[in-house]
């Protein structure tokens, strides 16, 4: 049975902020943000724009693009580290707003950034099973990605969200079902208290923390497409794939990540100035940076980030790549991570057509460092009870769904001008 993706689109907050305007702004020299670590421009949420807003929003753009029923989605998954209170879900307001059947099987996973990875793996496994029946799967990630003002992550800030729609009658992609990898290991790489609303993180324990679960999960890979029986040699393997894509914190961690997975392949690290390393940086530029210029224009979605490239993938995807194999690799803090690989299939690019990505990246709002400030201090109030009504006018949004503020203990949002809590 063939189980891939039918429909995805994305959807991010409607103001950004250059890069290098950060770095003036905390006295840095900008070449560090834009070399260092590869990023352009920072997406920039406002108060009214949260975890499910963007998710909704995303969900509701798939709908409408792939012409779905909603009616043919039995499961909706939404993998998000940005929680919206400690017992309801992001899922189960999504699941309001974008209409979906009451017979859905609905929730959250939540697992850093490898949770949206996890509902996919989880929404393939259903769909093989013979109770699907032709059912769908929608899977959101969704995240607001914050270090605060001044530390060392907040470059790699950023937000938005991705919807993917996984079924029996993929358009776009078809997962190798047969094999996977996946990894885990308890570490304190990156981490948010439950009493606060910006991350910790351990930065270069972190970068050390990603490099070793790629090894894990792509020697399991190796091992299982092995033992599949559909693979006899397994040397130099990452050869077969079009396409690598890794989570993307920044876009100068996916270049650490292919160096790595060749390196594993070779059985050798490559020294500084060697020719290996040029070759490999070399191949990084074939085969993952063209797929990462919503990235580095985005910054960091935390479980939408591999989604993020995907989608940038089979936008700009050349007929010569139908039929071959691209590579996924998903990573969350914490740790947990997956290797899985994927048949591009025929006709993807132009199923993807019509709004593009750029489109959406060019009518954003650019907005100045002090502004940027402000919306920040704002959002890091926007949650507590009673009064905080967000005004979309003084945020200069137009986008349809919108977070009101909290009433009663209760979330208020608004969809095409209708209230919902
Ligand atoms: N010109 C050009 N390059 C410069 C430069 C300059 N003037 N100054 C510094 N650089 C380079 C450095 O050489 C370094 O490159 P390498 O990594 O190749 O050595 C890079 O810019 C960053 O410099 P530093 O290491 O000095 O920067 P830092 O200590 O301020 O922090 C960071 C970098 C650790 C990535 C930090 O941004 C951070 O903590 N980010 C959040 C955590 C993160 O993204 N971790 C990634 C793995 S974990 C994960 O993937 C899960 C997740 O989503 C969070």
New binding site residues.
């Given amino acids: 049975m063939k189980i891939g993706l039918e429909g995805i689109a994305f959807n991010i907050p409607e103001h950004f902020i250059n890069i290098e305007e950060l770095a003036c702004a905390r006295g840095i020299?900008p070449?560090?943000y834009t070399?260092?670590?590869g990023q352009k421009e920072m997406s920039v949420s406002t108060p009214c724009e949260d975890s499910v807003v963007l998710a909704a929003g995303a969900g509701r753009k798939l709908l409408e693009k792939f012409n779905i029923d909603p009616a043919s989605i039995s499961h909706l998954i939404v993998g998000t580290e940005t929680g919206i209170d400690h017992s309801t879900s992001v899922s189960s307001y999504v699941h309001l707003m974008l209409g979906l059947s009451k017979f859905c099987r609905v929730f959250e996973i939540k697992q850093?950034?490898y949770g949206a990875m996890a509902g996919l793996a989880m929404g393939i496994n259903y769909l093989l099973s013979r109770k699907a029946k032709g059912s769908k799967v929608l899977v959101i990630a969704t995240d607001i990605a914050r270090?605060g003002i001044g530390a060392?992550?907040e470059?790699?800030q950023g937000a938005g969200a991705v919807a993917m729609l996984i079924s029996d009658q993929p358009s776009l992609i078809e997962f190798e079902t047969q094999y996977d990898g996946y990894y885990a290991h308890h570490v304190m790489?990156?981490w948010r208290p439950i009493y606060s609303k910006e991350a910790f993180?351990d930065?270069?324990y972190?970068?050390q923390?990603?490099l070793e679960a790629l090894e894990g999960a792509y020697h399991f890979y190796k091992k299982n497409a092995l033992q599949s029986g559909l693979v006899h040699s397994v040397d130099n393997f990452n050869k077969q794939f079009a396409a690598c894509l890794y989570?993307v914190?920044?876009v100068?961690?996916a270049q650490k990540a292919h160096i790595k997975l060749l390196e594993i392949d070779a059985g050798r690290t490559f020294g500084k100035n060697s020719t290996y390393l040029e070759h490999a940086q070399n191949d990084f530029n074939q085969r993952t940076l063209p797929f990462l210029e919503l990235n580095s224009r985005i910054g960091?979605v935390?479980t939408g980030?591999l989604f993020i490239s995907l989608l940038n993938f089979l936008e700009d995807v050349k007929p010569e790549a139908y039929g071959k194999h691209i590579s996924l690799f998903s990573?969350g803090?914490g740790c947990g991570a997956e290797f899985v690989s994927a048949k591009v299939l025929e006709g993807a690019a132009h199923r993807m057509k019509r709004d593009s990505f750029r489109k959406a990246l060019d009518s954003r709002k650019r907005v100045k460092a002090n502004r940027y400030e402000e919306m920040m201090d704002a959002c890091a109030r926007m949650d507590d009870n009673g009064g905080n009504v967000c005004q979309p006018e003084k945020w200069d949004l137009q986008r349809s769904e919108l977070y009101l503020g909290v009433k009663g203990h209760k979330r208020i949002y608004s969809i095409d001008g209708k209230i919902i809590q």
Wanted: with cysteine; glycine share 10%; hydrophobic share 25%.
């Fill in positions: 020299d070449a560090k070399q260092g670590l850093a950034c270090y060392a992550g470059p790699t790489d990156f993180v930065g270069r972190s970068i923390c990603y989570h914190p920044y100068k961690m960091n935390y980030s990573y803090s």
